[in-house]
Nanobody, 124 residues
């Protein structure tokens, strides 16, 4: 089993930045893919960014390319999402996900392990 705990959410004005972290614990040796998803009230969840820790490949939703950066600290089993130039439409609950293998890294239902989420609110 793998446990994921997110942190770093909060409230910020449009144009500001936030840094989310996801700490993994438990049986993490098998984990190869980690990702961030988000869900806003009344909307479907969407994949935001993902990373493959075997070689460092990354994937981003078109809506966040150039603004968000996903990175990992393998030694600490932590994945970070740096969010810059935040917009009101980035407001959502952000979830961390992990798995040993996924077919499509940004596909919503492709991951086995999920955190409980951290709220991000961007005011315009």
């Amino acid at each position: 089993q793998v446990q994921l705990v997110e942190s770093g959410g909060g409230s910020v004005q449009a144009g500001g930045s936030l840094r989310l972290s996801c700490a993994a614990s438990g049986s993490t040796l098998s984990i190869r893919y980690m990702a961030w998803f988000r869900q806003a009230p009344g909307k479907e969840g969407e994949g935001v960014a993902a990373i493959y820790n075997g070689g460092g490949s990354t994937w981003y939703a078109d809506s966040v390319k150039g603004r968000f950066t996903i990175s990992q600290d393998k030694a600490k089993d932590t994945v970070t999402l740096q969010m810059n130039s935040l917009k009101a439409e980035d407001t959502a609950m952000y979830y961390c996900a992990a798995d040993s293998w996924v077919a499509r890294p940004l596909q919503l239902h492709g991951y086995k392990y999920w955190g409980r989420g951290t709220q991000v609110t961007v005011s315009s």
